[in-house]
């Protein structure tokens, strides 16, 4: 019995050793998980990071993209209109060199050569109020005479001219027949009326205070 109780006694000592052996090795153990829990930590940390970082870059990038396209897009915009620049001022010299042209033509054409007055004293006059034909004797009044034939000429070429043109003669019209501010304007408007295609017609009147003579 004594030696059964040795073996036992034995063993348990035994098992005790291991058990302390063990518990070194655990705690041996405990160190190196700690610093690789810690590692994981960090690594994952930093994965995420680098994730975060990569969103950054894309997003950088798709915005370096964009500006891209769209500093592209106004450059062609800037071309086209410097394009439009260029052919509005060409088209503007071209009217500037048309509008030079017709005011010398103009000019050509109201200019009364000296050569084309005559030495007559008098010149014929119908009055609105009659038929008669009056004779106003001008003597020595050369002058009254050039004006009556200058009147003459622009009032030739403003009925013979298109209304366009006839436009440009308003102010000398008028200026040479005195009109009134009003009575200019409805030249102007009834010759601007009668080019355009949806104008509305100037108010003439109507009856005795009628600026025109109705169609029949």
Known sequence: MSQNFEIAKQEQWTQE????ELQTRLESLEEPLKAA???????LKDSEEM???IIQLEALELDRKLNQDTEKSLKNNLAN????????NKTIKVLQQRLADMKKTLQRELRVPSSSF???DSAAILTPSSSKTVTAKHPNSQEEDVNFKYLKHVLIKFLTSREYEA?????????LLHFSPEEERLLQETLEWKMSWFGTRPNL???QTAKAIPPS
Do not use: M, P, W, Y
Not at 37 to 43: C, E, G, R, T
Not at 81 to 88: G, M
């Open 17 to 20: 050793i291991e058990n302390i």
């Open 37 to 43: 829990n810690s590692l994981k930590d960090v690594a």
């Open 51 to 53: 994730k975060n970082r």
């Open 81 to 88: 209109l410097e394009d439009q620049i260029n052919d509005k």
């Open 118 to 120: 005559d030495n007559d």
């Open 167 to 175: 436009l440009h003669l308003t102010r000398a019209v008028a200026t």
């Open 205 to 207: 009147g109507f009856g």
